[in-house]
Structures are given as structure tokens and as C-alpha cells.
């Protein structure tokens, strides 16, 4: 989504539409234009406090928080409101998502305080919820480390604090699988679900695999 340019049929496509709903939250800054030819555009990420990056980017990955996934389902269904089977159906995701977010406080409880390494800053929110601190080789938006990142992580793995790093299916990952090999980290793999079927099913799934893999891989498990 990052790099992603409207071609004409897409534009088309929006005119026609009736509703078209967006991340927000700086995602979609390089479309604005193009959205503009939609008739209504909602913000999925209204209303939600942003995280910001070191560069001082607002990280846009607000969906890989179940609960602040949840604040996104709220926005979209008041377009709805005059819709009961969609309006059901919301009700019905966000019953998922808060019972997903339950089972990753259980879960990631004992792990409150240890360092989430990631490629791609995409995890800021999910750990901001769950007490993890997250450090990463590139911002929000960037495909490249950026400067400083890779002594940061060989400087903290020097401390014995860290067990793992994750990369992230759809990303370049061979500087941070070259680095964990050099330290003699644990590699492990997330999803951030920004490819894929796009149901409620896909999602919950996704997210639940993100979770007990953090946990394992954090925890210590194989």
C-alpha cells in the first residue's frame, strides 16, 4: 500500500463506488488526490492517538492493534447505521477482535518490557498495547535501514536482552536475517496482513498466528 498508484480503471472504480474507506492515519498521503474523485471517504483511523516515529512520521499500521481494529470497525459501521445485517455483522467481527485481544493479553502478560525486533516499523501500536518495546531498522514508510539502526541492534544484543528478530512476510529481510545470524538470534516471521483474502477470518487468523508466534519466540519456546 506504500507504493501503490492509482491507475485510471481504479479512479473509475471510485467514482462509481458508493463509499470508500481508508486506513488513514498517513497511509494513503500519496492517493489524496485521487480520492478525491470518490463520493465519501471514511477514515477507518479516526479519532485513534497515533504513534509517531523517531523522524517524527505517524506510523499508519493502526490495524495490527485487535482493539484499536475494533475503533476501526466503529468508524466504518457508522456509515451503516441505517443497514441492520451490516450493522450485525460489525457488532459480530468486533466480538472476535476483543476476545482476540484478551487472548494476547493473557499471552504476552509475562512478557511485558522485552524488545520487539522488527524490518519494517509496522508493529508500533501492537506493541505500545501490550507493553513491548519495539525497535526496528527502518520508519514507517522506508524499505531501507535507516542510519544508526543496525549498531542500535548489535549494541542491544550485546546486552544478552534480546532472544529474537521477526521479519515480516512481504519485506526484504536478508540485512536483518544476516544480522541475526552474526548474533546467534532466533529468526521468526509475522504477517502484516496487508496481503490476502481481507475477511474478518483472514484477520483474526493472521493476528492470532502474530501473537503466539511473539510469544514463542519471545518466551524463549522453539
Not at 62 to 75: C, E, F, H, T
Request: glycine share 10%; hydrophobic share 35%.
Amino acid at each position: 500500500m506504500h507504493s501503490f498508484s492509482l491507475r485510471p480503471g481504479d479512479v473509475k472504480n471510485l467514482m462509481a463506488a458508493d463509499v470508500v474507506f481508508k486506513n488513514g492515519s498517513g497511509l494513503e498521503t500519496h492517493l489524496e488526490k485521487g480520492l478525491r474523485a470518490a463520493r465519501k471517504v471514511v477514515d477507518a483511523s479516526a479519532g485513534i492517538e497515533p504513534v509517531r516515529s523517531g523522524e517524527g512520521d505517524i506510523n499508519p499500521h493502526v490495524w495490527l492493534d485487535p482493539l484499536l481494529a475494533s475503533k476501526m470497525v466503529d468508524n466504518m459501521a457508522e456509515y451503516f447505521k441505517g443497514d441492520p445485517e451490516a450493522l450485525g455483522r460489525a457488532e459480530s467481527f468486533k466480538s472476535e477482535l476483543i476476545a482476540l485481544h484478551r487472548e494476547a493479553e493473557r499471552m504476552l502478560r509475562p512478557l511485558r518490557g522485552r524488545t520487539l525486533v522488527t524490518y519494517h516499523d509496522s508493529f508500533a501500536y501492537f506493541a505500545r498495547r501490550y507493553g513491548l518495546r519495539e525497535y526496528s531498522l527502518t520508519g514507517p514508510h522506508s524499505e531501507s535501514p535507516l542510519p544508526g539502526r543496525m549498531r542500535g541492534l548489535y549494541d542491544m544484543a550485546g546486552t544478552g536482552d534480546l532472544a529474537a528478530v521477526f521479519v515480516e512476510s512481504g519485506y526484504p529481510d536478508s540485512t536483518l536475517r544476516r544480522a541475526a545470524s552474526d548474533l546467534g538470534l532466533k529468526v521468526c516471521e509475522l504477517n502484516t496482513l496487508t496481503t490476502g483474502p481481507m475477511d474478518a477470518g483472514y484477520y483474526i487468523r493472521g493476528m492470532r498466528n502474530n501473537i503466539e508466534t511473539i510469544a514463542r519466540c519471545l518466551g524463549g519456546g522453539k
